[in-house]
């Protein structure tokens, strides 16, 4: 018998609660609270019409605004808070779970809507100067809630869908199961879809264009090597996918597992992008369209980024006309028995299984699918612990049973080719 407050209703939601519906001996009623209410009553009909048996009410929620959560909560009551929303929601839901004494759990780490803000401007400028990469996100803000969410008796796991989520799971998984030491971790993401625009992203346009068109970086010795926007690109021939290019990217996941693993000598992250989308994205940062910097047009204030995302397709929108499989997963070496080996975890997922399944594309399930699990794991108390932890702080063996349960079975090679 649980109760879970659902915060977002995008994409990455709209599976993550379908996939908790399925689970329904843990998850047995659910708030679906989100800006735009429609989406949520529209989620709760179709399980209505499935015959689900989780008692589903729904809310509107600003989850800007500290107090309008805390009234929710209150309201509701929920065992667990899980926010599928944005990433620029974490620290004040972060905040509601805290007054109200109740797990948080979330799909991607802290970073600001408005990165011209000055406090946060000047914070971020002495973070790139000591820690040494420039990226708009990092765990320090969700990591400084340690102590209070450690006094307040509650969880916080941060990160639980694929990448970072999985990726996690899978190094913790290796480590436990494969090594005595790990040395290298390389996570590849690759995405083998085609949805048939000449541009469109995955998940959410803001955050992901954000992402893609920073500088890159990784985790060496002990220290991070910042390179250029795409620099360094490599080939890789993706099991059940083919050969793709792919471009070594900053991510979430590597500080996590810098910090927790500090035997691991070099984390790298490429994450695979075609050439059309390469061309888009050139051209629409030259021409200033993913600025974040608020510009006056007619006498009003708008984002460039958040106008380009109104006008590019609904991620949640893609299933039904994308085709082909995603491959993520990560090769680890190290050392068993005194020995060097090399392993190859990863979990191959096709698009239109997906839409078959749940009406999403796989970028959505894949994110979706882990929400539920760790969801799962915090509320039946076997990932339950005071503080906030990343996936790779927990036995990983109950997360990787239920990715084989839940639709993202993962295969171990012991042979496989290494990425130079
Ligand atoms: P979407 O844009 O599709 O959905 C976001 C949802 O949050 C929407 O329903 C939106 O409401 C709602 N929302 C936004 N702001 C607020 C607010 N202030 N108050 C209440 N609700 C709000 O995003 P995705 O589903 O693609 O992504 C969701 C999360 O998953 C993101 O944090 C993303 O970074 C993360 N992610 C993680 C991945 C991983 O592997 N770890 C991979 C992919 C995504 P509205 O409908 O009104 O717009």
Redesign the pocket.
Known sequence: MSKLLV????????VAIQKCAQNSKVFTEMCL????VS??DALKEKLKKQGSPVKITTA??????VKDLVKLIKEYQPDAVL????????L?IMDACLECKVDYI???NYEPEDTDEPVWRAAYEKRCKEKGFTAYFDYSYQWAYMDKFKEAGITGLL?????????SVFTAYAKKHYFDEIHTVDILDCNGGDHGYAFAT???????LR?VSANGSYWEDGHWVETKPMEIKREYDFPEVGMKDMYLLHH?EIEALGRNFPEIKRIRFFMTFGQSYLDHMRCLEDVGMLSTTPIKFEGKDIVPIQFL?ALLP???SLGPRTVGKTN?GCIIRGIKDGKEKVIYIYNVCDHQECYKELGSQA??Y???V??MIGTALVITGAWKKPGVFTTDEFDPDPYMDMLNEYGLPWVVDENPVEVP
């Open positions: 915060i977002g209703c995008g994409g990455v939601a709209q609270a989100s800006r735009t989406k949520c509107t929620v600003n989850a800007d605004d926010n599928v929303a944005l990433p620029y929601q974490d004040t979330d799909t991607a990160g639980t869908g694929f990448d970072p989520g999985v990726t995955n998940f959410n346009p803001e955050i992901n992402e979430e995302k609904d991620p949640a993520i970028i959505s894949t994110t979706g882990p929400a």
